[in-house]
C-alpha cells in the first residue's frame, strides 16, 4: 500500500500543485466565458455602436448591405 501515495512529493509541494492547478482551471473558466460572450456580444454591440452616431441610421439602414 506504501507504493500507491505519491513519490519524493512532500505536503508542501502538493499544496502549491493544487493551487497552480486552481489557477489553471480559473483561467481556463474565465476564457471560455470571455469568448462566449465576445462570440454572442460583437455583432450587438456594432449595432449599438452604430445606432448611436451621428446621422442617427434606422436599424433597417445598419443591416442592410447597400
Known sequence: MDSLKGKG??????????????VKEWTNWSLKKAKVATHYGFIPLII?????????????QLLSPV
Open 9 to 22: 512529493k512532500g505536503s508542501k509541494g502538493a499544496s502549491s500543485s493544487s493551487k497552480l492547478d486552481l
Open 48 to 60: 449599438v455602436i452604430g445606432m448611436n452616431s451621428d446621422p442617427k441610421p434606422h436599424l433597417f
